[in-house]
C-alpha cells in the first residue's frame, strides 16, 4: 500500500526514490489520493535535498503518462518543437513554427500564458479576433498535419499532475528547483509526442536564470533528462539583458511578427535567434543535413514567402482573419493614448532593467502577476531603443508607450527612464546566442 506521507520523509531525509513509488505518487496526484499540502511537502523536500537525474527522469515520464499523449504515426521523425524558459519581448514562436512548417517538418506547438514579468505566446494570439488557443486535440492535430503548425494552450489531457504540482510550486517558493523545471518542460513536451526539441534557456536580468552558470544547469539537465525519455534535445541559451525585438505587449508583438513575416521590418536580433532556432530544428527532424544548410533554408522559406502563406493559413484554420498579414490594424486593437520616451540626458543607453521594464507592463495590464488577472491587449512599448544607441536629451525616441489612460503617462514615461542606464562610453553589444 503506498503511504505519501512516507514517500516524503524518504526524500525530506535524503532517502533515494524507487521509481514505482514516484510513479504511484504521480498517479496520486491525477486521482486526488494525493492532498496539494503533501505535493508541496515533497516539491520543498526536492528544492532542499534535489533529485537525481534518475529520479527526474522518472518522475518526469510519470507525469508524462498522467495523461494523453499525442500519436502521430508516418509523421513521428518529423514532430519537432521550441520552448523558451520566457524573458520580455519574446515572440520567436509565432514566426519560428511556420519557418520550421516551410522546410517540411511539423510543429505541434502547446504554449503557455505570461506570468510575471514574462509575457505569453497565447496571451499574444489571443490579441486576434476570432482566434481559438483551445482546440480539441483531434482538431489541433488535423491543423498540424495539413498546414505544418498549429499553436494552442495547455490541456489538462496533456500532464495533468504537472498542472496540479506547478500550481502549488507558484506558490511555495519552489518553482526554482531545476529538477522540478525539467520534469515540468518535458512531461508536457513528450505529452505532444516530439521527436525533437529545441530549449531556448534565456539568461540575463530579464530572464528566470539570471546568469550563465544557472542556465547551464538547467541546460544540462534538460538534456540529459531528455535524452534518458529518449527525446533529442538542443539546448540554446540565450541573451536577455533586454527587451528581444522593437515591441513589448500582447497586439504590438503580434504586429511585429506580421512585420517579420511579411518582411516590413526585421529586427536583427530576432531574425538571428528565429534563424538559428529554425535551424536547430531542422537539423532534429532531418530536413537538413547540417547548421548551415539548415540556416539557408529558413531563410529561404521567409524570403519565398512560403511561411507568411502558412502563417495566414495558420490564423484562418484557428478561426481568426484570414487577412491579417494585408490589414493587421484592421483587427489588432490600438490603444487609445500612444505617446513617445524621449531621453531625458545626453549619452549612450548602455544598460536595460529587462525584468524591471517587464513590471511595469504588468502595472499597465499588459501582463499578470496572478493566473486570474486580465490583460489589457492592446497596451505596451513599440519603438523601444535597444542597448547601444547613442542618446541626444530633448531628442532621442527611447520607446512608444501604448497607453489605456492619459493619466498613465507620467508616471509610466518616469519608471520606464529609471529602468535604463546611460553611459558616456559606446556600450558592448552582446550576442543574442550565448551558448
Not at 520567436?92 to 506547438?109: D, K, T, W
Amino acid at each position: 500500500m503506498f503511504i505519501p506521507q512516507e514517500f516524503i520523509r524518504q526524500k525530506r531525509d535524503g532517502s533515494a526514490l524507487e521509481p514505482a513509488s514516484l510513479h504511484q505518487f504521480v498517479s496520486g496526484i491525477t486521482s486526488g489520493q494525493v492532498s496539494d499540502a503533501q505535493i508541496a511537502a515533497f516539491c520543498m523536500a526536492a528544492l532542499l535535498k534535489g533529485l537525481s537525474i534518475q529520479e527526474t527522469a522518472q518522475l518526469t515520464m510519470s507525469m508524462t503518462q498522467s495523461g494523453t499523449v499525442l500519436q502521430w504515426g508516418e509523421l513521428a521523425t518529423k514532430i519537432v518543437d521550441k520552448h523558451s524558459t520566457g524573458g520580455v519581448g519574446d515572440k520567436i514562436s509565432l514566426m519560428l513554427a511556420p519557418i520550421v512548417a516551410a522546410c517540411g517538418l511539423y510543429v505541434p506547438m502547446i504554449a503557455g500564458r505570461g506570468l510575471g514579468h514574462t509575457g505569453g505566446t497565447i496571451d499574444k494570439l489571443d490579441t486576434i479576433p476570432g482566434f481559438k488557443t483551445g482546440l480539441p486535440l483531434n482538431e489541433f492535430q488535423g491543423i498540424v498535419r495539413k498546414l505544418g503548425c498549429a499553436i494552442i494552450g495547455q490541456t489538462l489531457e496533456l500532464a495533468p499532475a504537472d498542472k496540479r504540482i506547478y500550481a502549488v510550486r507558484d506558490v511555495t517558493a519552489t518553482v526554482e528547483s531545476v529538477p522540478l523545471i525539467t520534469a515540468s518542460i518535458l512531461s508536457k513536451k513528450l505529452a505532444a509526442g516530439l521527436h525533437g526539441l529545441v530549449m531556448d534557456v534565456k539568461c540575463g536580468n530579464g530572464a528566470f536564470m539570471t546568469d550563465i552558470k544557472e542556465a547551464r544547469q538547467l541546460a544540462q539537465s534538460l538534456q540529459i533528462v531528455a535524452a534518458e525519455a529518449g527525446l533529442n534535445l538542443t539546448p540554446v541559451i540565450t541573451d536577455m539583458n533586454q527587451i528581444l525585438g522593437h515591441s513589448a505587449g500582447n497586439a504590438v508583438e503580434v504586429m511585429e511578427a506580421v512585420e517579420y513575416m511579411t518582411g516590413a521590418y526585421r529586427d536583427r536580433r530576432v531574425h538571428d535567434l528565429t534563424m538559428d532556432l529554425a535551424a536547430h530544428m531542422l537539423v532534429l527532424g532531418g530536413a537538413a543535413r547540417d547548421f548551415e544548410q539548415a540556416r539557408t533554408q529558413a531563410q529561404n522559406a521567409l524570403d519565398s514567402g512560403r511561411a507568411a502563406e502558412i502563417f495566414a493559413q495558420m490564423i484562418a484554420a484557428q478561426g481568426g482573419p484570414a487577412e491579417l498579414l494585408e490589414n493587421p490594424l484592421k483587427h489588432l486593437g490600438q490603444a487609445p493614448v500612444i505617446k513617445e520616451i524621449i531621453a531625458d540626458r545626453d549619452g549612450t543607453l548602455t544598460e536595460m532593467d529587462t525584468r524591471g521594464i517587464g513590471m511595469l507592463l504588468v502595472q499597465l495590464k499588459a501582463g499578470r502577476a496572478r493566473v486570474e488577472d486580465a490583460i489589457d491587449p492592446a497596451v505596451g512599448l513599440t519603438r523601444i531603443a535597444p542597448v547601444g544607441t547613442k542618446c541626444e536629451a530633448g531628442k532621442t525616441v527611447l520607446a512608444k508607450i501604448h497607453l489605456r489612460h492619459e493619466s498613465d503617462f507620467e508616471p509610466a514615461k518616469s519608471a520606464y527612464l529609471s529602468k535604463i542606464t546611460f553611459g558616456p562610453f559606446k556600450a558592448l553589444e552582446r550576442d543574442i546566442i550565448l551558448q
